[in-house]
């Protein structure tokens, strides 16, 4: 059993418009419509995949849409693999910040570098060198804490 032209291209533009569930439910009542070796046929004369077509077989047999968790995709945070960096970040912060010499904000400035900061977790909190984040990573958590890196300048009274 083969697909004539119109029929793929008919497929196809049906498929490249969907998105998600409504996709797979499509190709799998395209699978299920062709019967038995359905799936095989669709992955040999249109390229679809499989697992897609197995996965949307299951959401049209038992009624339930599968869940695309994306967010829970990729690279996870620092702090994930180092749960207690942000504590320890913000209590070497402590030790080096000062407020605003004039009063006028809520800033914290912080007299080190985040380079300084790296190091000092090395020293004073025993990371290893290579467990830790860059200094831009740490940087950014700086930031997020609430203090900002810029030399402090002295009050005029």
Avoid at 68 to 88: C, F, N, T
Wanted: contains cysteine.
């Amino acid at each position: 059993m083969s697909l004539t032209i119109a029929e793929k291209e008919l497929h196809q533009a049906t498929v490249n418009a969907l998105r998600g569930a409504e996709r797979r439910l499509y190709m799998a009542r395209v699978a299920h419509t062709l019967g038995r070796g359905g799936p095989a046929l669709l992955e040999r004369e249109l390229g679809w995949n499989r697992v897609t077509l197995s996965k949307g077989l299951h959401e049209l047999r038992s009624g339930f849409r599968c869940v695309d968790d994306y967010a829970s995709r990729g690279r996870k945070g620092v702090e994930r693999q180092l749960p207690h960096l942000r504590d320890d970040i913000r209590a070497l912060a402590e030790q080096y910040s000062q407020t605003d010499p004039s009063f006028k904000s809520q800033r914290l400035y912080l007299r080190l570098s985040a380079a300084a900061v790296r190091q000092q977790l090395i020293e004073q909190k025993g990371y290893t060198s290579e467990a830790l984040p860059s200094e831009e990573v740490i940087r950014q958590r700086l930031n997020a804490l609430g203090y900002t890196l810029r030399a402090v300048k002295k009050a005029n009274l």
